[in-house]
């Protein structure tokens, strides 16, 4: 049997995005999706009143960039831009903090709803939306491209947050 410290789940820490976390954060889009933001669209977006987001970090070794999630709030609807988790993070549970922690900001500022757009074939984050109140209200067809040209749908989907 191992001993508890190294079967030990990694802890993490939940934070506000802030500008010095851009470079990680792109870092991480590039290994997640075929067309990445750069470290300056990050800044870009971050600079911008309306936008939001959270990183997580490791917080039991190195601190590590885990995952994040960037949002954007206007008048009374709030929206997922993009967010993403380290691959062999998945499906512990972080991506479902990250959304939680902007939903939470969303409602904060006032959003009574959020919108975010997922390609219909990742399933595993159609899942995480679904079980987070998320419900399909639209497609877009052919909107994503992956890395070897193929196109995929879209989903638009939508919870209230009040």
């Known amino acids: 049997m191992l001993p508890s410290f190294l079967?030990?789940?990694?802890?993490?820490?939940?934070?506000?995005?802030?500008?010095?976390?851009?470079?990680?954060?792109?870092?991480?889009?590039?290994?997640?999706?075929?067309?990445?933001?750069?470290?300056?669209?990050?800044?870009?977006?971050?600079?911008?009143?309306?936008?939001?987001?959270?990183?997580?970090?490791?917080?039991?070794?190195?601190p590590a960039l885990c995952g994040f999630v960037l949002a954007r709030h206007v008048a009374d609807e709030a929206e997922i831009l993009t967010i993403a988790v380290q691959p062999r993070l998945g499906r512990a549970g972080l991506g479902w903090r990250l959304m939680q922690a902007a939903m939470r900001e969303a409602h904060r500022r006032g959003g009574e709803s959020m919108f975010l757009e997922v390609d219909a074939g990742n399933l595993a984050a159609v899942g995480l939306y679904r079980k987070l109140g998320f419900d399909t209200v639209g497609e877009r067809k052919a909107y994503y491209t992956d890395a070897s040209g193929a196109k995929s749908t879209a989903l638009v989907m939508r919870r209230d947050l009040r």
């Open 7 to 62: 079967t030990r789940k990694p802890e993490y820490e939940l934070v506000a995005m802030v500008s010095r976390d851009c470079a990680d954060v792109s870092a991480l889009h590039s290994a997640r999706f075929p067309k990445a933001w750069g470290t300056g669209e990050f800044h870009s977006l971050l600079s911008q009143d309306p936008v939001f987001g959270f990183v997580a970090r490791q917080t039991n070794g190195k």
